[in-house]
């Protein structure tokens, strides 16, 4: 008896000293190229991009380009769109925020940094509508995430720029959660997080419906 004290009581500080285990996930974009690093404790994992590996000699037989496609399109992700982002808002902000809530702010992110500078050259008009759709949403998330996580210098600028073309982000962020704290929030907010997402790749997925042609009888 007194040996399974000793040892339910090891197993409890060996939870406990896990559950204060501190991981860190760093992201850095410039140029169009982003950078992703995982830390855990003193250590630290370069997660992206995968560092190259040294080319074999013998040389590869290249595959035809029916096979080169199939492969890429079947492992890819569905992008959502505007729409998509609006609903995820709206169906997934409420967990969440319950969830961040439990925490006490347990979540810290430091340093947050970004530019979001969209591309206005092709369409003035969409480029200054979406630049004021992402203004009104740093607005409108920033003050919530706040009150729920550590942010202690938070710089997010939005601008447009009418002389490119393409929509251009720069920055840097890091976010750091104590390991107990990001099963907390797993366990409150992954469901539904992870039925939308697979509801978004399904319906995606799904092949579109299209209406036989209709056939007029001749003898009629």
């Keep these: 008896m007194r040996l399974l004290i000793i040892i339910l009581g090891i197993l409890i500080v060996l939870l406990t000293l896990i559950s204060r285990l501190r991981l860190g996930l760093l992201a850095a974009i410039a140029g169009g190229e982003p950078t992703l690093s995982l830390r855990i404790g003193p250590a630290s ?16 037989p290249e595959e035809p380009k029916e096979i080169r496609v199939k492969k ?4 890819k992700l569905v992008k959502p769109g505007l729409s998509d982002l609006k609903d995820a808002w709206t169906v997934l902000w409420p967990p969440i925020r319950r969830a961040l809530a439990r925490t006490r702010r ?15 050259a092709e369409d003035p008009a969409e480029a200054a509508r979406t630049c004021g759709m992402l203004e009104m949403l740093v607005w409108t998330v920033m003050p919530a995430l706040e009150q729920l996580l550590v942010i202690p210098h938070p710089h997010i600028h939005v601008g447009v ?3 490119v073309g393409k929509t251009r982000l720069d920055g840097t962020a890091a976010i750091t959660i104590r390991l107990g704290t990001l099963a ?13 997402f697979l509801k978004l790749q399904k ?16 003898h009629a």
């Design 45 to 60: 994992i370069h997660l992206y991009p995968p560092r190259k590996e040294a080319s074999s000699a013998a040389p590869v």
């Design 72 to 75: 890429k399109t079947e492992g």
């Design 106 to 120: 347990g979540i810290r992110i430091d340093p947050l940094d970004l530019s979001v500078t969209v591309g206005g």
């Design 161 to 163: 720029d009418f002389d």
């Design 184 to 196: 907390a929030v797993a366990l409150g907010a992954g469901i539904p997080v992870l039925r939308w």
């Design 203 to 218: 319906r995606d997925t799904q092949p579109s419906k299209e209406t036989p042609p209709t056939t007029v009888d001749a």
